[in-house]
């Protein structure tokens, strides 16, 4: 099946036949939906925390931050911006000279309210010789959305989420990359250090570089704290080979074999290799201006309180367990943390053997820790939280997407349609073992729940394949906590024209 130019490609790639084969396989039979036991509501499977509880978690972050444990706030940054802009697309490349669609009407009526809009302006000075008001006054619309996206201006419609100036200050744009700069100084220090880790793709990250090398001397000295900044890329490894209709390896017009990023669920490798006790995970665009910070600065305090409450009780557990003789009243204890707790239950656990029963609380409190914020749905696209059964017959909480369930079974729609939590991104993460250890988190990851979705090349259709999602299959076999955080921590940037909403407003 393999020519040597393959066999060359796939080594370069640092992939091996045995993945491909693995992958055609997998797009032969493709993947089983999952086996859900509810929708994750309040009281089954989402913690409420009432206002001392809260305050006792923060109180019990900022304990753990001061005993000088290394904590990473990291943010996916990767994606480029060609999504936000699609309508400025639209109307840019279409045949009308004037805004005649809502979206595109209210982008002009607002040009000004954007954060971007001095160096918009200036940017068509140089590009066209005219301010932007004055191109908007001839009706040269068209103009002023290219001085937005194409290189010759400010080159938006190319760039990543995280380089455009999303929020004015008094004396400055901020950057969403600033945002979560700032952010880290807010909950994630440690020892006077806050080290923030983006995820980049290579062709912007000098970009990156070169913002960070700018702005940084400027956060130290403001926060009084000394910052490490890394980046990482997604590793070629992690790409899937696309496939044909008929599952065959799809070739490009020059015979080579057609391989795709495999989604954000090939960042479970790069979170794997930080050397943490403690990693923030949060999306490039979620991010508000100071004024609204508090709030979110409050509940990352909080679900993080929560992780580091549950960790201390599963590892004070695992070395009791090392230790032995422990009775049965013990065992119960333990087994009642498992499911009241980490919300897990293991259908007849307290019926098992003795030494069964201490190995299967080893292997349930022995791996990655999360606790997940989760926001009330108000109709955002995306996934949720669920109580699933896993591949060994437990239920457990899980972040699913629509893809990962049967829409032909009724009962399960039900479920997805009347959830009442939508999930935001909004992780803490433990991923060190009770002894200090570093987790090898791709051990945790159930293959069985990628996808696969259809795509083009060059005209010509094709299958393509995504990993098991970061916070999805990829993080499947961790212990997971789900706890309710408010609406307003929640400000995604989707569209160009969300910038205009109150919340990113100054």
């Known amino acids: 099946m393999f020519t040597p130019e393959d066999r060359k490609q796939l080594s370069q790639k640092g992939i091996s036949e045995q993945q491909i084969e693995n992958q055609l396989r997998q797009f032969r039979e493709g993947f089983p939906y999952l086996h859900l036991r509810a929708a994750a509501s309040i009281g089954n499977g989402i913690l409420s925390p009432a206002d001392s509880e809260s305050q006792a978690f923060v109180e019990a972050w900022e304990t753990y931050k001061a005993e000088g444990h290394h904590i990473t706030k990291f943010v996916p940054a990767s994606g480029a911006a060609s999504r936000m802009f699609k309508n400025l697309f ?25 954060a971007f ?38 080159g938006y419609g190319q760039l990543p989420k995280g380089l455009l100036q999303f929020h004015s200050y008094s004396d400055c744009a901020r950057t969403p990359l600033e945002e979560h700069l700032v952010e880290a100084a807010l909950y994630a220090t440690s020892d006077g250090k806050a080290d923030v880790h983006f995820t980049v793709s290579t062709e912007h990250r000098e970009l990156f570089e070169e913002l960070v090398e700018r702005v940084l001397p400027e956060y130290e000295q403001q926060f009084g704290i000394h910052y490490n900044v890394s980046f990482s890329e997604q590793k070629p490894s992690t790409d899937t080979l696309a496939a044909t209709l008929d599952n065959e390896p ?63 009780q599963a590892f004070a557990y695992l070395r009791r367990l090392d230790e032995g003789n422990v009775g049965r009243a013990e065992l119960d204890e333990m087994c009642q943390f498992l499911h009241r707790e980490l919300c897990t239950e293991v259908p007849g656990i307290t019926e098992l053997p003795e030494a069964e029963l201490r190995e299967t609380l080893r292997r349930k409190f022995n791996r990655p820790m999360r606790v997940c914020g989760m926001v009330r749905n108000v109709g955002e696209p995306g996934g949720g939280p669920f109580l699933a059964f896993n591949p060994d017959g437990s239920v457990s909480p899980q972040i699913l997407e629509s893809s990962q369930i049967d829409t032909h079974n009724p009962t399960y729609m039900a479920m997805f349609q009347g959830g009442t939590h939508f999930n935001p991104v909004d992780l803490v993460c433990a991923t060190r073992d009770y002894q200090g250890n570093r987790f090898d988190l791709p051990k945790y990851v159930d293959p069985a729940t990628g996808f696969i979705s259809s795509k083009s090349k060059n005209g010509r259709e094709l299958k ?25 921590t929640f400000n995604p940037v989707k569209t160009v024209n969300d910038l205009l909403r109150p919340q990113h407003q100054a």
């Not at 639209?90 to 009407?105: K, L, N, S, Y």
């Not at 391989?259 to 999306?283: C, M, T, V, W, Y």
């Not at 393509?464 to 706890?483: H, K, Q, R, Y």
Request: with cysteine; proline share 5%; glycine share 8%.
């Open 250 to 312: 799809f070739r490009t017009d020059d015979g080579r074999l057609l391989f795709r990023p495999g989604g954000h669920g090939a960042l479970i490798q790069n979170l794997s290799e930080l050397d943490s006790d403690i990693i923030f995970i949060k999306n490039i665009d979620n991010v508000v201006p100071d004024r609204l910070k508090p709030a979110t600065t409050l509940w990352k305090k909080v679900i993080a309180g929560v992780l580091v409450t549950l960790q201390r």
């Open 90 to 114: 639209e109307f840019r490349d279409g045949d009308q000279d004037a805004p005649q669609t809502d979206f595109m009407r209210t982008f002009f009526e607002h040009l000004h309210d954007f």
């Open 117 to 154: 809009f001095p160096a918009l302006d200036d940017a068509c000075v140089v590009v066209y010789g005219e301010p932007a008001d004055s191109l908007v006054e001839a009706g040269r619309y068209r103009d002023v959305v290219s001085a937005l996206l194409d290189d010759e201006g400010l």
């Open 464 to 488: 393509a394949l995504e990993l098991p999602g970061l916070w999805n299959g990829a993080m499947s076999d961790w212990s997971t906590v789900f706890v309710e955080v408010p609406l307003e």
